[in-house]
Every structure is written in structure tokens, then in C-alpha cells.
């Protein structure tokens, strides 16, 4: 039994590193942009429109430091970190999607926590990132969200019925979701949006890591 306590907690203090290095690598890149858009705003002054323009991306940034901030500051405060990933999902949706109608189904909630701290908490990160582009940018009333578990691998699918991904780069997958699916050595797709419209994209995590993929990670 001390074992396994002493195991759990050496889990739990790395995950927190984890998210506190995740959170000054965020804070510093947002920072960074934030001042770099201040300085062309302020350069542009003579030209309105582009000032104009500066400055909203300037708004956006700023906007998209707070979430993170307050994300990551309340994964740091959550004393259940990472001991369920059925629980840790229903605490994300609740809180971010409190204001919209959602869904959220698990099949083989016994499989789930056989992906390591670690991952887990990347799948967290990607389904709150998906969320929140979701929030951001679909104008969705409605969000249905599916995990399904084996002992091989987890699928996650988060559908909306917002404006789509349109054509953007990386058939459509925004580069944050996709940088977060490399660290999980998962695949990611965006399939053909429901009748309503709408985004759909699907996450499939392996239970294992491939090889190449863990020395990278833990490197």
C-alpha cells in the first residue's frame, strides 16, 4: 500500500511540473507576441488601418493568455488531478461549456487510466484546446463529445455545429490540436461535419506509446 501511495504521489508532483513548464512555456510565447504587436501598433500610428488591425490581434492574444493562464491554473488547484480522466473530462466540459449545450459520452471507462499520468493529462490539454476552439471560433450552441476505450487504444471525438474549419492548413486541423496530438503519438482527423454543420474532429491515442515516440517524450 505505501508503495502504491508513494507511486500515485511521484505521479501527481510530476504532473504538476509538467503543467507549470507547459504554463511558463505559454505565458512566455503570449508574452513575447503580446509586446512584439504593441511595438507595430505603435509604430503604425500614422497608418489607421493597420493600427486597427494590430490592435485586435493584440486584444486576441491577450485574451488567449488569460484562458491559458486560468486553465492551467486550475489543473494546478485540482486536488483529483489525473486520477480519473472520466472525471477530469466532466470537470473540463462543465466548467467551459457551461453556457452551451453538450454531450458527453464514455464506452470502457476501465480502460482509460491505463495511459500513464503524463498522457493523460496531454489528452487532457488536447480536449480542453479543443474546446476552447470551439468557444473561440465556431459560434456553436450545441457540442457532443464521445470517448471510446479498448486495451488497445482511446478515440476521442469532439463534434460541433458552428461555422467549420473551413480550408486551413493541415487539412484543417488547428496547429495547437496538432502539436498536442504529436506529444500524445496520436493520430488526428477532421471528418465530414453532421447534416447541422459544424466541425468534427477525431483523436486516436494508442495505449502505448511507439518507441521513437516515448525517448522523445521523456527526453
Do not use: C
Not at 491554473?73 to 449545450?101: H, I, Y
Not at 454531450?103 to 474546446?131: A, C, H, T, V, W
Not at 476552439?133 to 486495451?151: F, I, K, M, P
Not at 458552428?162 to 496547429?175: E, M, T, Y
Amino acid at each position: 500500500i505505501l508503495i502504491d501511495q508513494s507511486i500515485r504521489q511521484r505521479a501527481i508532483v510530476q504532473t504538476r511540473e509538467r503543467i507549470g513548464a507547459d504554463l511558463h512555456d505559454e505565458l512566455g510565447a503570449n508574452l513575447h507576441a503580446i509586446a512584439l504587436l504593441g511595438d507595430l501598433a505603435l509604430a503604425a500610428t500614422w497608418n489607421p488601418e493597420r493600427r486597427d488591425k494590430l490592435l485586435q490581434r493584440l486584444k486576441g492574444a491577450t485574451a488567449r493568455t488569460i484562458d491559458s493562464t486560468r486553465y492551467f491554473t486550475e489543473l494546478l488547484e485540482s486536488k483529483k488531478l489525473g486520477e480519473s480522466l472520466v472525471e477530469d473530462f466532466q470537470r473540463a466540459s462543465g466548467r467551459m461549456l457551461a453556457d452551451l449545450e453538450h454531450n458527453l459520452i464514455f464506452e470502457g471507462e476501465n480502460f482509460m487510466n491505463q495511459l500513464s499520468p503524463n498522457r493523460r493529462l496531454d489528452l487532457l490539454l488536447f480536449y480542453k484546446e479543443s474546446l476552447a476552439n470551439v468557444l473561440r471560433h465556431s459560434g456553436a450552441t450545441h457540442v457532443q463529445t464521445e470517448v471510446t476505450a479498448t486495451n488497445r487504444d482511446i478515440t476521442l471525438m469532439v463534434a460541433d455545429n458552428g461555422r467549420g474549419l473551413g480550408a486551413a492548413p493541415g487539412n484543417g486541423v488547428p496547429p495547437s490540436l496538432r502539436r498536442r496530438a504529436r506529444l500524445l503519438g496520436a493520430r488526428i482527423t477532421v471528418e465530414p461535419p453532421a447534416d447541422d454543420g459544424g466541425a468534427r474532429i477525431r483523436l486516436r491515442v494508442p495505449i502505448r506509446k511507439p518507441w521513437n515516440l516515448l525517448l522523445r517524450y521523456q527526453s
